[in-house]
């Protein structure tokens, strides 16, 4: 089993050396762009996945294709045919992103770990860990920067360590990325996902009047009852009753009136 903490650690001091060996900055405008990035921070903002990753996962997936989905880059319209099958089919690409990062392993939606060391394991963990296990860097995350020379499962459980990746990889997307857009931090801590405000119920204009009304009748009952040398207690079952008659009346206008 891979020990993802050695791994986290692994992957920050690589981000620290790692120098581009590729001009990512074409691919990492289009990620950065206004549109997209509303995009993706509206998954983000449902997810607690930092608007970032999702982007850099969307260019490793399906080269930012959004009819491809963000879990494996299949038509997210279609029940899904690749690892993860059976998903779908989705309204929209922000359903299917959503549904990638909660429902589907490695459920970064989980993840609260969002320093560069976790955000790169995670971004590893979504591709698979065989490179991890065998030492040797992820062109997942590596390919495109001095961190990774050569080394590629070809297909399911076949590694050739002669094959170089030439898919732009996420370390060096987001530092090109970084480059661009200096809002793209790393803290290490759980973004939160944005939870809509509950809104108090609304109190009708009737109801407001009537609860005014009743305010001032009660104000009266105790002026009378102090004068009229009733006990506390009197005065104050008095000013219930008036209370709840005064408001009544009141609501009983409004509805006639309307």
Known sequence: MTDLVALKA???KRFANAKLTRNFTPIARHLVEAK?????????????????????????????????SLAQGDPWNRVSVHVPAGRGPFQSW???????LVNCGPYAA??????IGGTLAKLEEYNGLGYAARGAPSPYIWSGTDQYKSGKYVRDHVYDPNVVDTQ??????????????????????TIKPAVEPVKKPETSTASKAGAG???????????????????????GLAGFVVAGLATAIV????????
């Open 168 to 189: 732009p990889g996420c370390a060096g997307l987001l530092m090109a990325m970084m480059a661009l857009d200096p809002s793209i931090t790393f803290t290490g801590t």
């Open 36 to 68: 997209a990035k509303a995009r993706y921070q509206v998954v983000s903002a449902k997810t607690g996945v930092p608007w970032a990753f999702i982007a850099v996962t969307h260019e490793r997936e399906c080269s930012q294709d959004w009819a491809g």
């Open 10 to 12: 692994a992957n920050a």
């Open 110 to 115: 989980r993840n609260k770990d969002w320093s």
């Open 94 to 100: 922000e359903d299917a992103a959503i549904d990638a």
């Open 213 to 235: 009304a009743g305010a001032v009748v009660v104000a009266g009952t105790v002026a009378a009852g102090v004068q009229q040398g009733w006990s506390w207690l009197e005065i």
């Open 251 to 258: 609501l009983l206008i409004r509805k006639f009136r309307t």
